[in-house]
């Protein structure tokens, strides 16, 4: 497709056209183009939308990850302080036996002086007991820490585990697109699935061949029933930049427009819920291979642990 044609050589295409079509015909497809036009202009909003919430959710595992560091630290120091309070109460058990034998060793003494021993010895006992409460109450409290880094990461083993699973079964599943490029892959719990743009399109087209349409069939019954998951269909182009006056009209329409395609597909073939389902164009700014075009045309199913758990306990 030339989208470079002269200026001369376009505007006599467009009157000979309007010389040859009725005018009501020639208006219906100027409105057509129109809201073409519109319609793209929505899509990009969407598109930004879509990235600002997507980094809105990566800004949060950031946090989520801070606030356990920022538990697991506090968690420390309190053990510390539990620690140190034993080898108190140690010595104040110590001190309390030797004033207790003390105490016994002069009953026979004055009056004045058993009285005072005794009101030292009631002191010394008042406070231990209040190292006591207070060593009990911070006994508890790390322990409920520990039961809440405990679970913490108990949630984080379990969403791991389950994207290892995950990979592996939809490894299997698509088994036989792995040499026409499809690739799965599992990195900090989300599983990734990767179609090249030759497997599922031609050239600039939003079309996905049969093929491509059998191998994200495949790939929808595979994922169907999984629970605790979101997916983003995420669209990527190489870095030759394109410009034309219909649809798609540049790389990042391109991107868009194929990612939405994939999502009808998945929802057309499958029973996925469609509000677990993203699609999002990135154009040409997140490559694989800077120095490899056809590695960066592609789509990227991305499975990502659902982290309502997680926040509900950071919350508490």
Same mark, same amino acid.
């Given at each position: 497709?030339?989208?470079?044609?002269?200026?001369?050589?376009?505007?006599?295409?467009?009157?000979?056209?309007?010389?040859?079509?009725?005018?009501?015909?020639? /208006?219906?497809?100027?409105?057509? @183009?129109?809201?073409?036009?519109?319609?793209?202009?929505?899509?990009?909003?969407?598109?930004?939308?879509?990235?600002?919430?997507?980094?809105?959710?990566?800004?949060?595992?950031?946090?989520?990850?801070?606030?356990?560091?920022?538990?697991?630290?506090?968690?420390?120091?309190?053990?510390?302080?539990?620690?140190?309070?034993?080898? @108190?109460?140690?010595?104040?058990?110590?001190?309390?036996?030797?004033?207790?034998?003390?105490?016994?060793?002069?009953?026979?003494?004055?009056?004045?002086?058993?009285?005072?021993?005794?009101?030292?010895?009631?002191?010394? @006992?008042?406070?231990?007991?209040?190292?006591?409460?207070?060593?009990?109450?911070?006994?508890?409290?790390?322990?409920?820490?520990?039961?809440?880094?405990?679970?913490?990461?108990?949630?984080?083993?379990?969403?791991?585990?389950?994207?290892?699973?995950?990979?592996?079964?939809?490894?299997?599943?698509?088994?036989?697109?792995?040499?026409?490029?499809?690739?799965?892959?599992?990195?900090?719990?989300?599983?990734?699935?990767?179609?090249?743009?030759?497997?599922?399109?031609?050239?600039?087209?939003?079309?996905?061949?049969?093929?491509?349409?059998?191998?994200?069939?495949?790939?929808?019954?595979?994922?169907?029933?999984?629970?605790?998951?979101?997916? #983003?269909?995420?669209?990527?182009?190489?870095?030759?930049?394109?410009?034309?006056?219909?649809?798609?009209?540049?790389?990042?329409?391109?991107?868009?427009?194929?990612?939405?395609?994939?999502?009808?597909?998945?929802?057309?073939?499958?029973?996925?819920?469609?509000?677990?389902? /993203?699609?999002?164009?990135?154009?040409?700014?997140?490559?694989?291979?800077?120095?490899?075009?056809?590695?960066?045309?592609?789509?990227? #199913?991305?499975?990502?642990?659902?982290?309502?758990?997680?926040?509900?306990?950071?919350?508490?």
């Amino acid at each position: 497709m030339n989208f470079r044609a002269p200026l001369s050589a376009f505007t006599a295409a467009v009157l000979l056209l309007v010389g040859c079509v009725p005018m009501s015909q020639f /208006t219906e497809v100027r409105d057509d @183009r129109d809201a073409l036009d519109q319609s793209a202009a929505e899509l990009t909003e969407q598109v930004q939308a879509l990235r600002l919430a997507v980094a809105e959710k990566d800004g949060q595992l950031r946090e989520d990850a801070r606030r356990m560091e920022a538990l697991r630290s506090d968690t420390s120091g309190l053990g510390s302080r539990l620690r140190q309070c034993e080898l @108190r109460n140690e010595g104040l058990e110590e001190l309390n036996a030797m004033l207790s034998a003390e105490l016994d060793d002069k009953r026979s003494s004055s009056g004045a002086e058993q009285a005072a021993l005794l009101a030292e010895l009631q002191r010394i @006992r008042a406070d231990l007991q209040f190292q006591q409460d207070s060593l009990y109450a911070l006994e508890q409290d790390l322990k409920a820490r520990e039961a809440k880094v405990a679970e913490l990461s108990r949630l984080l083993d379990a969403q791991k585990a389950a994207g290892a699973a995950l990979k592996e079964r939809l490894s299997d599943a698509l088994f036989a697109f792995r040499n026409k490029g499809l690739e799965v892959e599992e990195r900090d719990g989300k599983v990734y699935v990767r179609l090249s743009s030759k497997l599922l399109f031609a050239s600039g087209s939003t079309a996905i061949d049969p093929e491509g349409r059998k191998a994200l069939s495949d790939l929808a019954r595979a994922i169907e029933d999984e629970d605790g998951f979101e997916v #983003v269909v995420e669209g990527h182009t190489d870095d030759v930049a394109f410009s034309s006056a219909s649809s798609p009209r540049n790389n990042w329409e391109l991107s868009v427009l194929r990612a939405t395609a994939v999502v009808e597909v998945l929802t057309s073939s499958s029973s996925l819920k469609p509000e677990v389902l /993203t699609a999002a164009g990135r154009s040409q700014y997140h490559p694989r291979d800077p120095q490899d075009r056809n590695r960066n045309r592609r789509i990227e #199913v991305v499975l990502s642990p659902q982290l309502g758990s997680l926040y509900e306990l950071l919350e508490e």
